[in-house]
T-cell receptor
């Protein structure tokens, strides 16, 4: 059973298009993170959202945490070939200040064609 | 500032063998977590070490074990390797008092034949 469901799993678009990746769960998370992973490398943290309804922007990327803290979305505006990679959402449950016990979604593979 | 480093980057083993993977945490970080990432999947939490003790474990059998050393570096040991253990093993370090920030190494790609 996948606790965090990401959709779509694969996305192939042309440069300049917009896209949205969804991360859904029936569980509540204290925080949710988005990572980007390139082939042969480890995931790199993009953003952490902790408050229900929170919206964060990182250049052309907009991240939203659902009001009930069960879901999140990542929207990319005017995608570039450099955005190509595996996007992972990861949730943290519980109140421990020791991080590392993250639950990851299965990932969304994004390919942006020039 | 030195990032998280893992070794070896790639290795091939046969069923039944044992493997040790190593991780040096980022400078200033005292918590290390290990994840297994199968091809096409998201990482799965194996366990976390804090102050040289296991501080949480995921759904992995006892043949997966670990160590953390006084300098906060860590090892992941897997005994009696199975074909399904083939995966990318990721180490991540963090500051215990700072939530939500994991810094991952590039991983060790293990192939079990």
């Amino acid at each position: 059973t996948q606790l965090l469901e990401q959709s779509p799993q694969f996305l192939s678009i042309q440069e300049g298009e917009n896209l949205t990746v969804y991360c859904n769960s029936s569980s509540v998370f204290s925080s949710l993170q988005w990572y980007r992973q390139e082939p042969g490398e480890g995931p790199v943290l993009l953003v952490t959202v902790v408050t229900g309804g929170e919206v964060k922007k990182l250049k052309r990327l907009t991240f939203q945490f659902g009001d009930a803290r069960k879901d999140s979305s990542l929207h990319i505006t005017a995608a570039q070939p450099g955005d190509t990679g595996l996007y992972l959402c990861a949730g943290e449950k519980g109140g421990s200040s020791n991080t590392g016990k993250l639950i990851f979604g299965q990932g969304t593979t994004l390919q942006v064609k020039p | 500032e030195t990032g998280v480093t893992q070794s070896p980057t790639h290795l091939i083993k046969t069923r039944g063998q044992q493997v040790t993977l190593r991780c040096s945490s980022q400078s200033g970080h005292n918590t290390v977590s290990w994840y297994q990432q199968a091809l096409g999947q998201g990482p799965q939490f194996i366990f976390q070490y804090y102050r040289e003790e296991e501080n949480g474990r995921g759904n992995f059998p006892p043949r997966f074990s670990g160590l953390q050393f006084p300098n906060y570096s860590s090892e992941l040991n897997v005994n009696a390797l199975e074909l399904d253990d083939s995966a990318l093993y990721l180490c991540a370090s963090s500051q215990a008092v700072k939530t939500g920030e994991l810094f991952f190494g590039e991983g060790s790609r293990l192939t079990v034949l």
